[in-house]
């Protein structure tokens, strides 16, 4: 190394008597402590950024990752070298090598993941490995930006059928309007403290003995759902593949199919677990 090279060239300098091989060790034992005072001193100054294009991909798509790199000090980067972290599953780990980067500047690369499996998986951190403009000295950094790749089942096109329980005469249309009341609208209701008196049902109020309100008319909207067997028994295998994978995305897609018709939908599978959860709309 240069400072092993300056105090071997000093200790030569100061047995043989010779000053100007003084002046040699004495600048090879400077120069690297000087390359790391700058090198520290201008570790703050470099920003990375991370963008993921889309955020939410099929099973088998993929995804891509921009980079970027900002130069925010007054001074020139050495030699940057980039490396993003993502789960092995994605693909090998992305490695970029830069030139330096004048002050004030950028650089932007970018990369492709895939997964043929579902779930969430965390990019990042980003690291930076900086070395200073003479190449002695090298810093990595971690930047603490994260982003999630959200991995969905893939979803098949279905072909539109008319569906039994659907009201004859509609269709396929999405949403049944009740011309008189819906089904929550039979039974009037208690009246509250700032309802409107031109709701005021008459004839239940005699009945009753109290004051009652028609309650608001609401549009009756269909509803379906999605029955998903989760049993490992009911499953062999694993991968992307097995059987489960595929009825996974048989649901996902039956699902969607609905929720393009205008359909309510649930997701139920046989631990009871309910997608939305109670209380949910179901129309997202």
């Known amino acids: 190394s240069f400072l092993a090279a300056g105090l071997a060239a000093g200790g030569c300098a ?15 034992t400077v120069l690297p402590v000087v390359c790391t005072v700058v090198l520290h001193r201008s570790r703050h100054r470099v920003a990375g950024s991370r963008r993921l294009v889309p955020p939410r991909v099929p099973a088998m798509s993929e995804a891509r990752v921009h980079l970027r790199v900002d130069n925010v000090s007054r001074l020139p980067t050495g030699m940057l070298m980039l490396q993003d972290r993502v789960p092995y599953v994605l693909g090998p780990r992305p490695r970029f090598v830069l030139d330096r980067v004048e002050p004030g500047g950028y650089r932007e690369v970018s990369y492709r993941v895939r997964s043929d499996l579902r779930g969430r998986y965390p990019l990042g951190p980003l690291q930076l490995r900086l070395s200073d403009p003479f190449g002695m000295c090298e810093l990595t950094r971690s930047f603490s930006g994260q ?26 249309s999405r949403t049944r309007a009740l011309a008189l009341a819906g089904e929550d609208d039979a039974i009037p209701r208690g009246y509250r403290h700032g309802d409107d008196l031109r709701r005021v049902h008459w004839r239940s109020t005699a009945r009753y003995g109290e004051l009652m309100v028609r309650r608001e008319e609401q549009p009756q909207r269909s509803r379906c759902t999605v029955l998903l067997d989760t049993r490992a028994a009911a499953h062999r295998g694993a991968g992307p593949d097995s059987p489960f994978e595929w009825a996974v995305s048989g649901a996902a897609s039956v699902a969607v199919h609905m929720l393009r018709r205008g359909y309510g939908v649930r997701l139920l599978t046989d631990t009871g677990d309910t997608v939305p959860a109670p209380g949910g709309t179901g129309g997202g």
Not at 14 to 28: A, D, M, N, S, T
Not at 147 to 171: D, I
């Open 147 to 172: 982003e999630t790749l959200t991995v969905v089942p893939r979803v098949q096109p279905l072909a539109p059928v008319r569906l039994s329980g659907e009201a004859a005469g509609h269709g396929d």
């Open 14 to 28: 100061y047995v043989l008597g010779q000053p100007e091989l003084l002046r040699v060790g004495l600048l090879l």
